[in-house]
């Protein structure tokens, strides 16, 4: 019999549920109310007429709640192929229409495509690259303010005998951008990538940037308003906070 549930179940490694009333079974997480992006939204304002970059689109369910709100355009792009994959089912099932689902790398995607969107969204996805200062780097050049979840790394909140660390190799290099100086921590998924409900990034080695240095660039890089929303220093998979950054002169 055809059904919903019936396109949700090819996919193995759903990490979000759907709404309860839907009557399907997916994930655990309800993404789809995520007061993360709930939160961000409020603060940037109406959407209407406004453009959207979405990066990390995960399984559409962030993308679900930002489209609510009536924005002119939203391009999300995937680089994960199950996930861009169950990005489709969840836009046909929550009827997603302002949503232009793209598979591929978002660094290219930025460094290609030049134009500047009102608002970006990278929600759990900076810490999965491989270059992540230079992800902060093409956002800010093409979005005039942006909503930023990540990990992070903290010497503070994730001390030397920390579990959370025991995916890092321990190796920290130097990294310059733009004349300013950060640091990379080196990081291996541990071939969890293997595994159908992997959600990371492209490659198994990517690095953490540390706290300070990520809010450091975002000012450099021009976003003059710079706001810590929520952080919790005891995460389980490790120090994260969210960060919404605008540029004023540009709103």
Same mark, same amino acid.
């Given at each position: 019999?055809?059904?919903?549930?019936?396109? !949700? &179940?090819?996919? /193995?490694?759903?990490?979000? $549920? =759907?709404?309860?009333? *839907?009557?399907?079974?997916?994930?655990?997480?309800?993404?789809?109310?995520?007061?993360?992006?709930?939160?961000?939204?409020?603060?940037?304002?109406?959407?209407?007429?406004?453009?959207?970059?979405?990066?990390?689109?995960?399984?559409?369910?962030?993308?679900?709640?930002?489209?609510?709100?009536?924005?002119?355009? !939203? &391009?999300?792009? /995937?680089?994960?192929?199950? $996930? =861009?994959?169950?990005? *489709?089912?969840?836009?046909?099932?929550?009827?997603?229409?302002?949503?232009?689902?793209?598979?591929?790398?978002?660094?290219?995607?930025?460094?290609?495509?030049?134009?500047?969107?009102?608002?970006?969204?990278?929600?759990?996805?900076?810490?999965?690259?491989?270059?992540?200062?230079?992800?902060?780097?093409?956002?800010?050049?093409?979005?005039?303010?942006?909503?930023?979840?990540?990990?992070?790394?903290?010497?503070?909140?994730?001390p030397e005998k920390d579990i959370r660390r025991g995916p890092f190799s321990g190796k920290v290099h130097d990294h310059n951008i733009?004349?300013?100086?950060?640091?990379?921590?080196?990081?291996?998924?541990?071939?969890?990538?293997?595994?159908?409900?992997?959600?990371?990034?492209?490659?198994?080695?990517?690095?953490?940037?540390?706290?300070?240095?990520?809010?450091?660039?975002?000012?450099?890089?021009?976003?003059?308003?710079?706001?810590?929303?929520?952080?919790?220093?005891?995460?389980?998979?490790?120090?994260?906070?969210?960060?919404?950054?605008?540029?004023?002169?540009?709103?």
């Amino acid at each position: 019999m055809p059904d919903p549930q019936n396109a !949700i &179940d090819i996919l /193995e490694g759903w990490n979000s $549920c =759907f709404p309860q009333e *839907l009557g399907l079974t997916a994930g655990t997480h309800p993404l789809f109310a995520d007061q993360r992006i709930v939160e961000a939204l409020d603060r940037f304002g109406p959407l209407d007429g406004r453009t959207v970059l979405e990066a990390g689109p995960l399984e559409g369910m962030h993308t679900h709640i930002i489209n609510a709100r009536g924005p002119a355009r !939203i &391009d999300a792009i /995937e680089a994960n192929k199950l $996930c =861009f994959l169950r990005c *489709l089912v969840t836009k046909q099932i929550l009827n997603i229409d302002r949503a232009n689902f793209l598979l591929g790398d978002i660094q290219e995607w930025l460094a290609r495509h030049e134009e500047t969107y009102d608002l970006a969204f990278a929600c759990g996805v900076l810490y999965h690259m491989h270059d992540p200062a230079l992800l902060l780097q093409r956002l800010a050049k093409r979005s005039k303010a942006l909503f930023l979840w990540t990990h992070y790394f903290s010497e503070t909140a994730m001390p030397e005998k920390d579990i959370r660390r025991g995916p890092f190799s321990g190796k920290v290099h130097d990294h310059n951008i733009d004349g300013h100086t950060v640091r990379y921590y080196e990081r291996s998924y541990y071939m969890a990538n293997a595994n159908a409900s992997f959600c990371g990034g492209m490659k198994d080695r990517h690095y953490w940037m540390h706290r300070d240095d990520i809010l450091m660039l975002l000012k450099a890089f021009g976003y003059d308003e710079v706001t810590i929303l929520q952080e919790e220093p005891a995460h389980s998979g490790g120090p994260c906070f969210s960060v919404f950054c605008r540029k004023t002169d540009e709103m």
